[in-house]
């Protein structure tokens, strides 16, 4: 088989799984895995496929997946901002704390007192909102752009989170599993969040009712590594119990 049709049946191959692992590849076409990883890395600059930690995901994937920012804003706002002023009370001044870029971390960085505090963030929406409070020390993660969330994604936005350690994270994703943990539908999301997570001290998960019992594409991290969930007061019970039953602490935001 000829190089580019091998190339153009590994993008097929991508786009039809939405990912797949060197492994796979590397036995599908009987080439070793040194082979498909050079060809993943030719794929990806040409614009055809994303690579991901062991394989690859298909780009059209996370154009389906991954909802714009304005969607996100408007999506059960009226938790997400009851959860983020809950979550504002939780930061004492001189804090040092990370902001994933969701919806609910940007209505947190609206509800932040101008106060000496340092805010490390991957999202442009984050930032920009807190650099009217001049009190507020905004460190920006740089690396890849993604433009449905305008936040920065990819090696460089993880590897630029290794260098620092905070006090707080907060943080949110697409569902939480008793069994399947905390998971995303976009990889490279759940990948810098992980990475949050690492670097803090105490993380704090902010996410609406609605998000509970979801099991989405990407694994974030076990629910054993949350320290706190705040959510709003549509939670079912059953869930509630679950959650304290493992001893994760979790405060359920009344809705006016």
Known sequence: MLVAERHRKI???VNK?????VSE??????????TIRRDLEKLEKEGRLLR???????????QQLELSYLEREVTNAKEKKAIA???????QPGDQIVLD??????YMAKELPNVPLTVITNSIRVAIELSVKDQIKVMS??????SKSLSYIGPLAERSLETYHVNKAFLSCKGVHLEGGLSDSNEWQALIKKQMMEIADKTILLVDSSKFGVRTFALINHIEKVDEIITDSNIHPSY???????NTKITIVPLL
């Open 11 to 13: 993008v097929e191959i």
């Open 17 to 21: 799984k939405l990912s797949v692992r």
């Open 25 to 34: 590849l590397s036995k599908m076409f009987s080439v070793t895995e040194e």
């Open 52 to 62: 991901s930690h062991g394989g690859a995901v298909s780009i059209e994937r996370d």
């Open 85 to 91: 002023a809950e979550a504002v009370k939780l930061i």
């Open 101 to 106: 870029a969701s919806s609910t971390a940007w």
């Open 141 to 146: 993660t740089g690396g890849m752009l993604s």
């Open 240 to 246: 509630k119990k679950e959650f304290e039953g493992k």
